[in-house]
């Protein structure tokens, strides 16, 4: 990186404040990026045990109360949205949306994660950015609806529709170790996955680049069928192949269910082409390679 990027980048870092509203798995990932950098960043939380987590990272807390957020959006540059929407909408929108209006001109850089479910069922077909939303659950439509109501609040607003997100501790080991792992065969079936420091690295790289208004598919390279990712948990793992299962006859919960309602394959050009992102794990073998690696490293080695 230019000597130059790298003191504009450290500027960035000195006066930047992050407001993370639903300070999750992938906003942690974040944090852990700009903290170092010099970044303020403060999380919102319903939890009282989880906001001491967040203190104890770094990451100041702030309730999901009205009055405490407008308190921390004082000087904020940035905000980032995990937030999902329920049945009667955004919830971010419905307890801050006046505020976040009244404060637009403050904020350099507004981030919604969405997701890829937005685009609905392809048949195993590429979907892009530009493909048209036909969601086929109830989840996807109102990450839909979500999206077009941030769309609506003249912020500098980025969207990054995730695929399916792993990471430290959400990874296949646990249940492959176990003996609960099953590999789930419906014929066509693919999905497309990110490891969650990818997604920060994306997250970062559109701070550094904004361009609002634009739309980001955050995957990686390989779109998979799922029980090829659990063989591949169980090789890496030494241990038996788990059970082949038809999904007609798995036994599975309505949600998990409905995940294999949908198959596509999500294209991450954007990524690439605009924000210059090169992915530390373009496929899930690399990415379950680094996780089993660091689940196996002695303490300190790290």
């Given at each position: 990186?230019?000597?130059?990027?790298?003191v504009?980048?450290?500027?960035?870092?000195?006066?930047?404040?992050?407001?993370?509203?639903?300070?999750?798995?992938?906003?942690?990932?974040?944090?852990?990026r700009?903290l170092?950098?010099?970044?303020?960043?403060?999380?919102?939380?319903?939890?009282?045990?989880?906001?001491?987590?967040?203190?104890?990272?770094g990451?100041?807390?702030?309730?999901?109360?009205?009055?405490?957020?407008?308190?921390?959006?004082?000087?904020?540059?940035?905000?980032l949205?995990?937030?999902?929407?329920?049945?009667?909408?955004?919830?971010?929108?419905?307890?801050?949306?006046?505020?976040?209006?009244?404060r637009?001109?403050?904020?350099?850089?507004?981030?919604?994660?969405?997701?890829?479910?937005?685009?609905?069922?392809?048949?195993?077909?590429?979907?892009?950015?530009?493909?048209?939303?036909?969601?086929?659950?109830?989840?996807?439509?109102?990450?839909?609806?979500?999206?077009?109501?941030?769309?609506?609040?003249d912020?500098?607003?980025?969207?990054?529709?995730?695929?399916?997100?792993?990471?430290?501790?959400?990874?296949?080991?646990?249940?492959?170790?176990?003996?609960?792992?099953r590999?789930?065969?419906?014929?066509?079936?693919?999905?497309?996955?990110?490891?969650?420091?990818?997604?920060?690295?994306?997250?970062e790289?559109?701070?550094?680049?904004?361009n609002?208004?634009?739309?980001?598919?955050?995957?990686?390279?390989?779109?998979?069928?799922?029980?090829?990712?659990?063989?591949?948990?169980?090789?890496?793992?030494?241990?038996?192949?788990?059970?082949?299962?038809?999904?007609?006859k798995?036994?599975?919960?309505?949600?998990?269910?409905?995940?294999?309602?949908?198959?596509?394959?999500?294209?991450?050009?954007?990524?690439?082409?605009?924000?210059?992102?090169?992915?530390?794990?373009?496929?899930?073998?690399?990415?379950?390679?680094a996780?089993?690696?660091?689940?196996?490293?002695?303490?300190?080695?790290?």
């Amino acid at each position: 990186m230019a000597l130059a990027t790298l003191v504009a980048l450290s500027h960035l870092g000195c006066m930047a404040k992050l407001i993370s509203f639903g300070h999750g798995f992938s906003a942690r990932a974040l944090s852990h990026r700009l903290l170092p950098q010099g970044w303020t960043i403060s999380g919102t939380t319903r939890d009282p045990e989880k906001a001491e987590r967040l203190r104890g990272e770094g990451v100041v807390p702030v309730p999901w109360d009205r009055s405490a957020i407008e308190a921390a959006l004082e000087g904020a540059t940035h905000l980032l949205i995990s937030t999902g929407p329920t049945e009667s909408g955004d919830p971010t929108l419905a307890l801050m949306g006046d505020a976040l209006r009244a404060r637009a001109a403050q904020f350099d850089w507004v981030g919604y994660l969405s997701t890829t479910g937005v685009y609905g069922d392809h048949g195993g077909a590429w979907v892009d950015e530009a493909t048209p939303l036909t969601p086929g659950t109830e989840r996807g439509q109102r990450r839909v609806e979500a999206e077009a109501h941030w769309a609506k609040q003249d912020l500098a607003l980025h969207i990054f529709r995730l695929a399916g997100i792993y990471g430290p501790g959400r990874g296949p080991f646990a249940k492959v170790r176990n003996g609960t792992a099953r590999r789930i065969i419906k014929p066509g079936q693919v999905f497309s996955r990110i490891h969650v420091e990818d997604i920060a690295r994306v997250l970062e790289a559109s701070i550094n680049r904004p361009n609002p208004g634009a739309v980001y598919n955050v995957c990686d390279d390989d779109p998979a069928p799922p029980q090829d990712v659990i063989s591949y948990a169980a090789h890496l793992l030494d241990l038996p192949e788990p059970p082949a299962v038809d999904f007609d006859k798995a036994e599975m919960s309505p949600m998990a269910r409905s995940f294999y309602a949908e198959s596509k394959r999500v294209r991450n050009d954007t990524i690439k082409s605009e924000l210059g992102v090169e992915l530390l794990y373009p496929d899930y073998r690399s990415g379950l390679q680094a996780l089993l690696a660091d689940e196996t490293a002695e303490p300190g080695s790290t």
